[in-house]
Each structure stands twice: as structure tokens, then as C-alpha cells.
T-cell receptor
């Protein structure tokens, strides 16, 4: 089934540990995004990539890093997790460099203790 | 600063009509999106407006007034499955999406 796959679906993590959330799309979209969603707040952009080989910082990039080695994959890494990074993380992709609709993965629920 | 405002929660009756409002203040404007998000699931695209006026798509319609910084999503013939959060998002001058916090819609029988 075409779309975006995120892994893991859910994870409990000790503070200070390193964690990578994986995201893969098979729609050949050029743009990809990582958002976090917290109760009472809108989706907040962490990092984005308009095309393979390039990345940019969003609204809340601190504590996170990304890479875009190819069109399909866009992993998000937490170098040293902190409790404030407890959230639901959504990966998304779009065509036309962001001018089109976003397609979202099913989300990764991360709890940092 | 950039800001999107929408009501936190609304309640409506099955079979009725509900209008969810969204007002925005952003640095430039390149379109407004509405997404639906069921609890525990990912957002899914509903509509896109870039010009003033009404866009109709089945039971759902979306309206835009750029001069007023205002949009609404109109849902007709409400069904229980329409219980969800509805997210308003505006694309600014850099084509970055600014998101509202979402409106939780509760449908009662």
C-alpha cells in the first residue's frame, strides 16, 4: 500500500538515551516533514526537507536532527532525549515543495521518562 | 507573530449542520487547508482554498475571505463518524504551514 510508514509506533525511552524515528515514503514526493503534536497545541514543525540532500529547521528544532540521503527516507534523531520531548511525532510528505496537500504517517508516540 | 485561531471544542447533533471558524494572521498567504484528525490517528486532507469563495466537496464545504483573514469549514448532514478534530492550517509566504490547535467536534445522537 502506497504511503508513509513510520517506526516505531510507540516507544518508552529513558532520559539521556539516543533515539531515531524512522520514516519512509513510496510516493516519490520531494518534500518531507517532521511534526510533533502536543495536547492543546497545533502541529509544530521540527525539521523539513524540500528535496533529497537538503534539510531545514522548523519552529522547534532544538534537540533534534534529520538527514535526507535519498528521496524515500527521512529519519529523525533525538541525540539525548529529555522528558519535554514526550509527544506524538508525525512524518509527512508532499509534492510541489510544500504547495500541495500533506500526506501523514500514522505517528510515533514517544514517552521519555 | 503568526497566529491561527479556532474554537477548542464544538458539539452538534447527528443530521444537523455545523460551521467551524478559523481566523488567521500570517506573514503572507499561499493557501489555507483543512484537515480531519480522528482520535489516535493521523490528519487527513479535507480541503484547500487559495481564492476567496466557497469550495464544495460532498457534505463538506470550505469558505475563504482573504481580506478578513477568515475561513470556515461547513459540515452538513452530520454523521457520528464526523466526530474528530478539524485542523486549520495556513501556508505563509515561504510555503510553510502554520497550524491551528484544532477544533474537537463532538457529535451527539
Amino acid at each position: 500500500i502506497a504511503g508513509i510508514t513510520q517506526a516505531p509506533t510507540s516507544q518508552i525511552l529513558a532520559a539521556g538515551r539516543r533515539m531515531t524515528l524512522r520514516c519512509t515514503q513510496d510516493m516519490r514526493h520531494n518534500a518531507m516533514y517532521w511534526y510533533r503534536q502536543d495536547l492543546g497545541l497545533g502541529l509544530r514543525l521540527i525539521h523539513y526537507s524540500n528535496t533529497a540532500g537538503t534539510t531545514g529547521k522548523g519552529e522547534v528544532p532544538d534537540g533534534y536532527s534529520v538527514s535526507r540521503a535519498n528521496t524515500d527516507d527521512f529519519p529523525l534523531t533525538l541525540a539525548s532525549a529529555v522528558p519535554s520531548q514526550t509527544s506524538v511525532y508525525f512524518c509527512a510528505s508532499s509534492d510541489f515543495g510544500g504547495a500541495g496537500e500533506l500526506f501523514f504517517g500514522e505517528g510515533s508516540r514517544l514517552t521519555v521518562l | 507573530g503568526q497566529n491561527i485561531d479556532q474554537p477548542t471544542e464544538m458539539t452538534a447533533t447527528e443530521g444537523a449542520i455545523v460551521q467551524i471558524n478559523c481566523t488567521y494572521q500570517t506573514s503572507g498567504f499561499n493557501g489555507l487547508f483543512w484537515y480531519q484528525q480522528h482520535a489516535g490517528e493521523a490528519p487527513t486532507f479535507l480541503s484547500y482554498n487559495v481564492l476567496d469563495g466557497l469550495e464544495e466537496k460532498g457534505r463538506f464545504s470550505s469558505f475563504l475571505s482573504r481580506s478578513k483573514g477568515y475561513s470556515y469549514l461547513l459540515l452538513k448532514e452530520l454523521q457520528m463518524k464526523d466526530s474528530a478534530s478539524y485542523l486549520c492550517a495556513v501556508q505563509d509566504s515561504n510555503y510553510q504551514l502554520i497550524w491551528g490547535a484544532g477544533t474537537k467536534l463532538i457529535i451527539k445522537p
